[in-house]
């Protein structure tokens, strides 16, 4: 039997005896679902284009559209695997959900949102930020859940008594589908501090925010609203019948399934680049960028510019998040394709991109004296409340297509490099392996050079870096399945989807590096150019 017959007939027997494992995960533009079998590999996905919607002044997704993109996703996986395998999908093996960490979602007892879904892109709560740091001397950044739920408390809105249950998108979903108020610890990571050990959320910090709301008469305390803290491999409910028929709206999917604890967009890049254990970390890059660095040991200070967050199994992180990453890269191609629409040409958006990531590396090594800001919402790291997406230059910037990419570019990792330089020069954080995943890195070595430039390390991507997050919630909802009594994740991933392949390595350019530097020392003197667009583009 030739081998595609053999690969054939196994994932078929797969999918009928229950050895699969079904990830989704809600991104910031796109919902995917991926489907794995025995071997780790996904062998059907379907996905759904989203945006976020600026209404009336907070960053927000419905709860329609939420449900119309999880079902849309669904259907499209199962609609590939009947086409592909002439199977009807009916029975699952495990699944998980994922999705964009942090922001502000809150039920009463009826189970009604109280309050349209706040996401992590507002920075609107600047006061519980610097009071909430204060008391916990921990940096709490504004787009964590709990300085949205202080910051409700010190405006005084009128929704805060009735609150029942406090969660993020994976945990309102995962609740939806199974009916248990559980979260992952990665995802919880990013509501409340978790304690050292890492297993619960941080109790002296949980006296001390209820000390803090002491004078107020709300009728529930922190612990009782917030989700129950789980750990990979932690079994965390089994999808309901009511479940069953939300996800799949044909009738075809059958209940119970074990579910494995919801967990961030953070954790799931984690564990899909194999960057769990000490010392590895990744970088991901889409509308947001973030880097997570798995610590050996805490760090010295508390630095605004820093998150401390876990992994999928609980080990500290140290974790630099910029708000702003690729949204004006994109609008840029769009107005390009929108030129060769005009003069009668066929679009392909895919070379597009490629021809013009391409470009970037023709450019000078500091982007030629241009600068940019792609901040379509305010940036924590640069201290910005609000954002504009900005170009500038001076007459006798070297004005080339090759630089402008080049600066857009960088400037899409301009926050980024600036709390990683934090990590690396003041606390000096060691790094043996950096994992790139995301959009930045879909044309071929562009995103990686850049990044190696920005990290100051070498980055690697693995053949699979493109699967992304929904595949990394897809193994840790196969790893509750499949684990051994006393296998770490880390050991899951080594042994058992990995086997010890380490991808394909980009290390960084000291001319690269130094113009990276230059262009960087630009960025943050432009920084009140920024600012002045801010005040004065309402």
């Known amino acids: 039997m030739a081998k595609t017959e053999q690969k054939q007939t196994q994932i078929i027997d797969d999918i009928r005896n229950c050895r699969t494992a079904l990830g989704i995960e809600l991104g910031s533009t796109r919902i995917k679902a991926v489907l794995i079998d025995s071997r780790h590999q996904p062998i059907a996905s379907g996905s759904f284009e989203w945006e976020n919607q600026l209404v009336e002044g907070i960053w927000t997704y419905s709860l329609e559209e939420i449900w119309q993109g999880l079902q849309a996703s669904y259907r499209e996986m199962a609609a590939e695997v009947f086409a592909t395998y002439d199977l009807l999908l009916t029975k699952i093996g495990s699944l998980g959900i994922s999705a964009m960490m942090h922001g502000y979602m809150v039920f009463d007892k009826e189970g ?32 964590w859940s709990i300085a949205h739920l202080y910051q409700a408390i010190l405006n005084k809105e009128a929704h805060v008594p009735q609150i029942d249950y406090f969660t993020t998108l994976a945990g309102y979903i995962h609740w939806q589908l199974t009916g248990e108020k559980v979260l992952g610890v990665g995802d919880a990571s990013g509501m409340f501090p978790i304690s050292e050990v890492g297993a619960d959320y941080d109790q002296k910090m949980m006296a001390q925010f209820e000390e803090k709301i002491g004078a107020q008469t709300f009728p529930w305390r922190l612990t009782d609203i917030l989700p129950t803290v789980l750990l990979a491999g932690e079994q965390a409910g089994y999808l309901t019948e009511e479940g069953a028929k939300r996800l799949d709206i044909s009738g075809s ?194 995103g990686q050079k850049v990044m190696a430039s920005a990290m100051n390390s070498p980055v690697s991507v693995m053949e699979t870096a493109g699967e992304g997050g929904a595949w990394g919630i897809a193994l840790l909802a196969a790893f509750v399945q499949r684990k051994e009594p006393t296998q770490s994740l880390a050991e899951y991933l080594m042994h058992e989807v990995f086997h010890g392949e380490s991808g394909s390595e980009i290390a960084p350019d000291e001319k690269e590096i130094a113009g990276f530097e230059q262009f960087i020392e630009r960025y943050k003197k432009g920084l009140a150019i920024e600012q002045a667009a801010v005040e004065f583009l309402n």
């Not at 109280?114 to 787009?143: D, Y």
């Not at 005009?342 to 597009?352: E, I, K, P, Q």
């Open 112 to 143: 009604n949102l109280l309050v349209p879904f706040r996401t992590w892109r507002n920075a609107m709560t600047e006061q519980a930020e610097k009071e909430l740091t204060e008391i916990f001397q921990f940096n709490i950044p504004q787009r």
């Open 253 to 446: 999917l059958e209940a119970g399934m074990k579910v494995c604890p919801p967990e961030g967009d953070a954790g799931t890049g984690m564990v899909a680049t194999n960057s769990v254990a000490k010392r590895t970390g990744n970088v991901s890059a889409g509308t947001s960028v973030f880097a997570m660095i798995v610590l050996e040991n805490q760090l010295k200070n508390v630095h605004p510019e820093i998150d401390l967050v876990t992994t999928p199994s609980g080990e500290a992180v140290a974790m630099v998040h910029a708000n702003n990453c690729s949204s004006d890269i994109n609008a840029w191609v769009k107005l390009f394709a929108e030129f060769m629409e005009a003069m009668g040409m066929t679009v392909d958006m895919n070379h597009l991109f490629e021809m013009l990531f391409n470009q970037a590396l023709k450019g000078d090594q500091d982007g030629g004296g241009l600068l940019s800001y792609g901040y379509y919402s305010g940036e924590n790291i640069t201290v910005l409340k609000e954002g504009r997406p900005l170009f500038v230059r001076t007459p006798d910037s070297r004005f080339t297509l090759a630089n402008f990419m080049r600066t857009h570019l960088f400037s899409a990792l301009g926050a980024l490099k600036i709390g990683m330089d934090i990590l690396n020069k003041e606390e000096q954080v060691q790094i043996d392996k950096i994992f790139g995943h995301g959009g930045l890195f879909k044309t071929k070595e562009v």
